[in-house]
């Protein structure tokens, strides 16, 4: 959240924030509820990212730009799953509404904090070594 | 951050409330075969059918009475076989404690596989003869 730190965008970033670590924290309690291995796998996945998202360490800030895509990573694949091998009944419905709104509020605040798709290609051009970034943008 | 963290563990503590309060069991006892038909009784707790084979008479209407126990939701789903390619009945997904009946049509004599479709580890072989 570096590039928009005051007034009224400060206010929207926290409340973006707030609304990814809530719905995140909302569909992690639900996979709970299911009982199962694979379900309660999901659930604490979904709890530590939320964590991650809002822990006040040094470690987690640096590198919470990472937390968001491996959050929104995880919930794709967790919608994906769902609709190839998942059981259709209306709790299912909810959490998927609920997961397509977390994505959406995840691409928003990538995209805040990086000030566009062209930032978000710059920042995960990082994760490539150096000698194979020839074909990325410039960070 | 402390009031995100309060904000955010009372919306979980309010959805894990919501899902985890079932509705109270209905009478079993109520439910009866259809006419010419059999009725075969299933349940579910601690993530476990209480019966891993079923038998029913091939050719003959069935009702499955299912008995979930638990708050965690589940569902009888009968398939030709284990593959799932061909669902015969796929049952209501519900949390309980609750019970629901599931209509199961005439089946030909054979071997067919049933399971909870949340939970897979759940199945069971359900023989018509």
């Known amino acids: ?139 | 951050m402390p009031r995100l963290f309060g904000a955010a563990a009372l919306l979980v503590a309010l959805v894990i409330s919501g899902c985890s309060a079932g509705n109270p069991p209905a009478s079993t006892a109520a439910l009866t075969a259809p006419p010419g038909g059999v009725l075969v009784r299933i349940s579910a707790d601690r993530l476990e059918f209480d019966t891993s084979q079923l038998t029913v008479p091939a050719g003959k209407p069935i009702l499955i009475a299912f008995e979930n126990k638990e708050s965690a939701p589940h569902n009888v789903a009968v398939y030709t076989d284990s593959t799932l390619a061909q669902p015969i009945s796929i049952g209501e997904v519900f949390s309980g404690p609750d019970t629901k009946a599931q209509q199961l049509g005439p089946l030909a004599a054979g071997s067919y596989f049933f399971r909870c479709d949340l939970h897979p580890n759940m199945k069971g072989t359900l023989v018509a003869q």
Do not use: C
Request: hydrophobic residues 60%.
């Open chain 1, 1 to 139: 959240m570096s590039s928009v730190t005051s007034g009224n965008g400060r206010v929207i970033d926290i409340a973006i924030r707030i609304g990814i670590v809530v719905l995140t924290l909302t569909t992690a309690a639900i996979h709970l509820s299911l009982g199962g291995l694979l379900f309660t796998m999901n659930a604490v996945g979904y709890a530590a990212l939320a964590v991650a998202m809002v822990a006040p360490l040094a470690l987690a800030e640096r590198v919470r730009w990472l937390t968001r895509f491996a959050l929104l990573g995880f919930t794709l694949a967790t919608i994906i799953g769902w609709v190839l091998i998942g059981p259709r009944f209306p709790l299912a419905y909810t959490t998927k509404f609920i997961e397509v709104g977390l994505v959406a509020l995840l691409i928003v605040e990538i995209l805040r904090a990086h000030g566009g798709p062209v930032g978000v290609l710059r920042q995960l051009a990082t994760l490539i070594p150096a000698r194979f970034r020839w074909f990325a943008p410039s960070a």
